[in-house]
C-alpha cells in the first residue's frame, strides 16, 4: 500500500533545525525521507530518493552550497518543488537564490504553523495553484492530488480513491486514507480522473472500477470490496458496463 | 688750394656708396663668423644646416636669419628683445648678437652705438680667441673710418691685416679701406700700397665693383698728389668698371671725378660731358631715393607691424601661460581635496560596513541562541510537570524567563530588521497572501502568553481576504504590534484582532486593545527615534524600536499604519494594506 504521506527531504546541517523538523513534520502526516548534512550528501540521495518537497538550507557550513544543490535540482530532468530555509533576511542572499527559481522560503526561527504554511504555499506555486488548500481545493498532479486535510496536507494517489460523491455544494471523497471533503464539483473532479480507472456510475457518483466487488444491476448498486455501495443510475448503467467490461 | 674739397668729396661720396650699397644687399660673413653662429645658435642646430637663411621658432636663430636677409631692421628687434629678455645667453651668443648689432648700428649711422657694440664683442671675442673676432677688428675700423677717424680706422684696420688669412672674400674691402684711411691722413705712400693690393686683390676675386672702387680711389690718390699722368688712366677705368659693375652711385662717382678732373684740365667740353652724364645718374638715383624712401616707410610700417605683432604674440603667449599655471594649480587644488573627500568617504564606508556588519553578525548570531533558549523553555513549560507545578516560585521564574527569551527574540529580529533595512539589504519580496494565514503564524506564538497574562482575545477575521505584502515584514510588523498590545493591557484585559475590506484596493488588519493607551502626540512628533519608550503594565520599558520599524515596514509595503490612543482607554492600530491587483478565485 502507498503511503498518502508527502515526502520530503531536507538538507540541513544544524542539529538543532532538523530536530525541530523532525518534531514537527511527522507529527502532522508529513514523511521525512532523507535527511543530507551536505552538498555531496545531498546530491547522491538526490538520484535515488522519491520525493514530494525538497527543504533546503541555504548555507552548509557558512557557505551557500544549498544554492548549489538547488541548482542541480533545478537543471534536473524532473523538476520538483523546494523551500529555501534561511536565518539571513539579507536582500543579497535571496537575490542569489532566486536565480534558482525556488518555490517558497522560510525564514529561521519559524514555529509549527509557518513551517505547515510554507509547505503548502510551495507546493501551490509549484503547481500554479495558489490559494488552493485554503479553499479546501484539491491540486493535481501526476496521477495524485494533494489535498488539505484537517491541518495537514496530504497526496493522495488516484489508485486509492474508493469512489467520490456529492456532499452539500462539494465533493466528498472517499479513500483507502480516509474521506475528504474537496470544495469542488464532482464534474470538474471528473474532467481530472478521466484518464484512470473512474467512470460516472450515477449523477453523484464517480467510482473507481478497480474497487469493484460486485455489481447488481437489478438493485441499482455496486458493491465495493471494501464492503461500501454505490449507487448505479439507469442513465449511466450503458455506459458503464461497456467500460466495466473493459477494465475489469 | 681748390682741389682737395671736391676730392675730399669725391673720396667720401666713393667711400659713403659702399656703406649705403651693403643695405639691401643680402649680408656675408665671414666663413668663420657664420661657423660660430651655426654652432650656437639653437635655432640652426635643431633645424640643420639648411635653416640657415630659414625663418624658425627661435628669436636668436631669427635675429640673425633676419639680418642675413639684409631685414636688418627685424634682426634689431630681436636682438634687443633677446637681451632685454631675462634668458641667458652663453658667451658665444652674447658674441654674435653684439657684432650683429654693432653692424646694424653702424648702418643706422648711429657711430657711437655701435662702436661701443663691436668693441664689447671684440673684447669676448680676443679674451675667448673667437677665431672669428680679427674679422670684427675690420667692422670696426670701418665704422672709424665712416665716422672719419681715420687714425683709430687705420689702426684697427693694420690689427685685422696682422692677423688676417689672406684670399677671404672680405680680404679687398678692408685692404681698399685701410688704404683709405691712410690717403685722408695723406699718408701717401701707405695709402699706394693699400691701395694697389685692393686693385690686385679685387682683379683676383674679379669684383668689378670693387676694381671701380679702387680704380677711382687710387687715380684720386695720384690726381692729390698732382700725379695727373698716373691718375688718369685709372678714373678712366674706374668709369669703365663702374659702367660694367651696373652700380649708380659709383658710376655717379665717376663722372664726377672725369668732370672735375677736365674741368681743372680747362677741358671744358670733355668736363661739360661728363657732368651731364653725372647730371642724369643724380635723377635717376634721386628717383631710385625716393622708391627707396617708400620702400623704406613701407619697411618701417611692416617692422611696426611685425614689432606689434611679436609683442602681442608674446602677450598672448603670456596670458596662455597664466591661465596654464591657473588652472593646473586650481586642478591640483581639486584633485587634492578630491582625493582628501574620497579618502574620508572610503573611510566613513568603511567604518559604516564595520558598523552594520557588526550589527548584522551580532543580531543574526544572536538570534539563533536566543530562540533556541525560547524554544526550550516553552517546551519545558508546555510539557507542564507536575513538579514544577506545585512549585509556584519555579514555575514563576520560568514563565519570566520564557517571556524574556521570547521579547530579546524580537528585539534581536527588530534590530536586525533595522540594520539591513538602513542598509538598503532588507529582502523584500512582496506576493499575494492571506491575512488569516499570516496572522495564524504570528499568533501561534503569542496564544500561550495571552492565556498567562488572562489576557481575553477574540478574532474577527474577513474569510479568503488578500494582502499583496511582503510576508517578512508584515509578520515582523504584526509581532510587533501584538507585543505591544499584550504589553500595555493589563492582566483581564482584551484584545480584538480583526480584518476587513477598506475599499477595492486595501485591506486592513486591526488590533485593539483596552489597555492603558499612551499620548500619541509623542508618537507622531518622532516615530522614529530611538528610545522613545513608555514603561509596560509591569513597569519595563522597551526599547521603542518597534512602531518607528512596524511605520517603515508597513510603507515599504505601500501601506499606513494608523494609531489611535487614549491615556487609560486602550490603543487601537489599524493597519491599511493593499489587496493584489486581481483577487484569486
Known sequence: MISNKIKIFLLEDSDEDISQLEEVLPSRHYEII??????????????????????????????????RFAETIYRSNTKKPFIFLTSSIDKEVFSKAKMTDPSNYLIKPFNTPELLFAIELALERFLQKEGAFAQQQPVFYEGSFFARDGQSLVKVSYEDIKYATVEGPYCSLITERGDFILHTSLNRFMDELKNGPFIRSHRNFIVNLRKINKVYPNDNLILLSSGEKVLLSRRHKEEFFQRYKILK | MLLPQPYLGVILGIYLSLGSLSHAQEKKYSAKFKSEIQQSCPGCQHLGNDSFLHLGSND??????????????????????????????????????????????DEKRLYDDAVISLSKAIEIGTENQYPSAPNIYAILGQVYLEQREFQLGANWLEKWKASADLGSPEQPVNIHNLGLCYLHLKEYQRAEENLL?????????????????????????????????????????????????????????????????????????????????????????????????????EKEIAVAAREEMLKAETERKNLYRIIGLILLSLLGIGSYFTYKIARQKKLITHLNQTKDKLFSILTHDLKTPIHLIKNKLFKVLSEGDNELRTSPKKWQSLNESYHLSKRTSLLMDNTLHWV??????????????????????????????????????????????????????????????????????????????????????????????????????????????????????????????????????????NGQLNITSKIGNGTIVTMVLPRPKQEMK
Open chain 2, 197 to 297: 693690393l685692393g686693385y690686385r686683390l679685387n682683379d683676383q676675386f674679379r669684383d668689378t665693383l670693387g676694381l671701380a672702387r679702387s680704380s677711382l680711389d687710387i687715380a684720386n690718390l695720384y690726381y692729390t698728389q698732382y700725379k695727373d699722368s698716373l691718375a688718369m688712366p685709372y678714373f678712366k677705368k674706374g668709369l669703365q668698371f663702374a659702367k660694367n659693375a651696373n652700380d649708380l652711385p659709383i658710376l655717379q662717382n665717376a663722372y664726377l671725378n672725369l668732370a672735375v678732373v677736365y674741368e681743372n684740365a680747362k677741358e671744358y667740353a670733355k668736363a661739360l660731358g661728363y657732368r651731364k652724364e653725372y647730371e642724369k645718374i643724380h635723377d635717376s638715383i634721386w628717383n631710385r631715393d625716393r622708391i627707396w624712401q617708400l620702400a623704406k616707410k
Open chain 2, 420 to 557: 539591513l533595512q538602513n542598509k538598503g539589504q532588507l529582502l523584500f519580496d512582496p506576493k499575494q497572501h492571506e491575512l488569516k494565514a499570516i496572522i495564524a503564524q504570528v499568533l501561534f506564538d503569542y496564544h500561550p502568553v495571552m492565556t498567562e497574562k488572562k489576557v481575553q482575545f477574540r478574532e474577527e477575521l474577513e474569510p479568503a481576504l488578500y494582502a499583496y505584502v511582503d510576508l517578512n515584514s508584515i509578520k515582523t510588523v504584526l509581532r510587533n504590534l501584538l507585543d505591544n498590545a499584550i504589553k500595555f493591557t493589563n492582566p483581564g484585559g482584551q484584545i480584538i484582532l480583526s480584518t476587513g475590506m477598506e475599499d477595492t484596493c486595501n485591506c486592513w488588519v486591526r488590533i485593539a486593545d483596552n489597555g492603558q493607551g499612551f499620548d500619541t502626540t509623542t508618537l507622531q512628533s518622532n516615530h522614529r527615534a530611538l528610545n522613545n519608550s513608555t514603561p509596560d503594565t509591569t513597569g519595563n520599558t522597551g526599547t521603542g524600536l518597534g512602531l518607528g520599524l512596524c511605520k517603515e515596514l508597513v510603507g515599504k509595503n
Open chain 2, 60 to 105: 636668436f636663430h631669427n635675429a640673425h636669419v633676419y639680418f642675413s636677409r639684409g631685414e636688418i631692421d627685424s634682426a634689431y628687434v630681436l636682438i634687443s628683445k633677446i637681451s632685454e629678455s631675462k634668458r641667458k645667453i652663453d658667451v658665444k651668443g652674447q658674441y654674435i648678437l653684439l657684432t650683429l648689432k654693432g653692424i646694424v648700428l
Open chain 1, 34 to 67: 532523507g535527511i543530507a548534512r551536505s552538498f555531496d550528501e545531498a546530491t547522491s540521495l538526490f538520484e535515488r530518493l522519491e520525493f514530494d518537497i525538497a527543504i533546503i538550507d541555504i548555507f552548509l557550513n557558512g557557505r551557500p552550497e544549498g544554492i
